[in-house]
């Protein structure tokens, strides 16, 4: 493990998916940071924190705090099937949405739509511009407090 590693994380035979915080970081704030990463302090084992709910997709979760605490800069070290960076997940299967196939359908459909009409052959003739400005008669106003 690199001297500047600031949190560490692996597999547990009892705890699951683990984490601890090296002596590089201040263990309130690396509590903080792991509690928000979905980890809880192991009971009777300072500086340990385990995965919330391992079974509910707990490599993944842990490959994703491995991720976002390197994004905010900190050197993690994580198992090979637990770093981001040395594994892959597997392919996931493309699900088609239809949004393509249902554009192009509606683009063919308002081809052939009858509501679509040709530009008029004969133009509408323009009413002249009244000579007078009409006059508008506002009621005056009531004084006193308005509602």
Same mark, same amino acid.
């Given at each position: 493990?690199?001297?500047?590693?600031?949190?560490?994380?692996?597999?547990?035979?009892?705890?699951?998916?683990?984490?601890?915080?090296?002596?590089?970081?201040?263990?309130?704030?690396?509590?903080?940071?792991?509690?928000?990463?979905?980890?809880?302090?192991?009971?009777?084992?300072?500086?340990?924190?385990?995965?919330?709910?391992?079974?509910?997709?707990?490599?993944?979760?842990?490959?994703?705090?491995?991720?976002?605490?390197?994004?905010?800069?900190?050197?993690?070290?994580?198992?090979?099937?637990?770093?981001?960076?040395?594994?892959?997940? !597997?392919?996931?299967?493309?699900?088609?949405?239809?949004?393509?196939?249902?554009?192009?359908?509606?683009?063919?459909?308002?081809?052939?739509?009858?509501?679509?009409?040709?530009?008029?052959?004969?133009?509408? !003739?323009?009413?002249?511009? !009244?000579?007078?400005?009409?006059?508008?008669?506002?009621?005056?106003?009531?004084?006193?407090?308005?509602?």
């Amino acid at each position: 493990m690199d001297p500047g590693t600031h949190f560490a994380f692996g597999t547990h035979p009892h705890h699951g998916f683990v984490a601890s915080a090296t002596s590089h970081m201040s263990s309130r704030w690396a509590h903080w940071l792991l509690v928000r990463e979905q980890f809880e302090p192991v009971d009777g084992q300072p500086g340990l924190f385990r995965l919330a709910e391992p079974e509910r997709d707990g490599p993944r979760r842990t490959r994703q705090a491995v991720h976002d605490l390197r994004r905010h800069g900190y050197a993690v070290h994580a198992d090979v099937a637990l770093d981001p960076a040395a594994s892959a997940d !597997p392919p996931r299967p493309v699900r088609p949405h239809g949004l393509s196939e249902q554009r192009s359908r509606i683009a063919q459909a308002a081809g052939r739509s009858s509501q679509r009409r040709s530009a008029p052959t004969t133009a509408r !003739p323009v009413p002249p511009k !009244p000579a007078y400005a009409p006059t508008v008669h506002l009621p005056a106003a009531a004084t006193g407090r308005s509602r």
